[in-house]
């Protein structure tokens, strides 16, 4: 059996008033992260460490911000689109273990129904997701309270 073991980052800036979806779901809070597509900056980190581990460059390279097609876009259509690309390549997920970074609001509450949305995107099991959260102690741009962030760590393997 192929193994293969990705690694996905992220960053995108929180702004007023903007919505702010996050694990595919929308949360309420004043601020939200502002980009290209729908800025779901946990959406993003895992699609880039899939096709990191699948050897298949990065997010930007399928679906580049100079593209108005994904202005906009929800980022679950993004992740369909990712593990559709992946089972070209007869590559499967076996798991995926992530964290967001920021001060607010509290992302605790809102972890089972990310994991329920992003399981049915992937067609995995909601047990094959972790998503953790963390503040930065009010360090950094996550502390200020101006961006979001997120790591994401996915074990792949080919049948």
Do not use: W
């Not at 997010?59 to 992740?79: E, T, V």
């Amino acid at each position: 059996m192929n193994i293969r073991v990705g690694f996905g980052f992220d960053v995108h800036q929180l702004t007023e008033g903007a919505e702010f979806f996050l694990g595919g779901i929308k949360i309420p809070h004043t601020k939200g992260a502002t980009g290209h597509s729908d800025a779901d900056v946990l959406i993003h980190t895992i699609c880039d460490a899939l096709l990191g581990a699948a050897n298949m460059r990065d997010i930007g390279f399928h679906f580049p911000p100079s593209d108005n097609a994904y202005k906009g876009i929800d980022s679950k259509i993004l992740l369909k689109d990712v593990v559709a690309l992946l089972k070209t390549k007869d590559y499967y997920i076996s798991n995926i273990d992530s964290t967001i970074a920021l001060e607010l609001p509290k992302i605790n509450p809102h972890i089972p129904e990310m994991k329920r949305v992003l399981a049915m995107c992937m067609e995995i099991d909601e047990d094959a997701i972790s998503i953790k959260a963390t503040t930065t102690e009010k360090l950094g741009f996550e502390g200020r309270q101006e961006g979001v962030s997120a790591y994401a760590t996915v074990l792949i393997y080919k049948k």
